[in-house]
């Protein structure tokens, strides 16, 4: 299961929104607004900022390394960051 890092909940909160470690295998997270389930985010088993950020800060990665890869996600991701679920991730995995 994803631990969500205390960046994301802020993230999320500045947003009036309210996430939970998603259930369904899947996804990471689970987005809800005013109590009401709005869409799961982020797929298991990849990478995001806040966690580059942290390998970055124990060392495990080198400094600018979570830059470069929310560059390539940006990159990836460009036709999905139109989309809901899409800006919804961008804006609480990768900003």
Known sequence: MYSITPRSKKIA???????????????????????????AVGALGYGDYPTYLEMEKTK??????????????????EKDLKTLRGKLANLILWS
């Open 60 to 77: 495990k990665k080198p400094k600018g390394y979570a830059e470069s890869r929310k560059k390539l996600y940006v990159i990836r991701h």
């Open 13 to 39: 909160k500045e947003n009036n929104l309210t996430i939970k470690p998603s259930n369904d295998g899947r996804h990471k997270i689970d987005v809800y607004k005013n109590n009401k389930f709005i869409t």
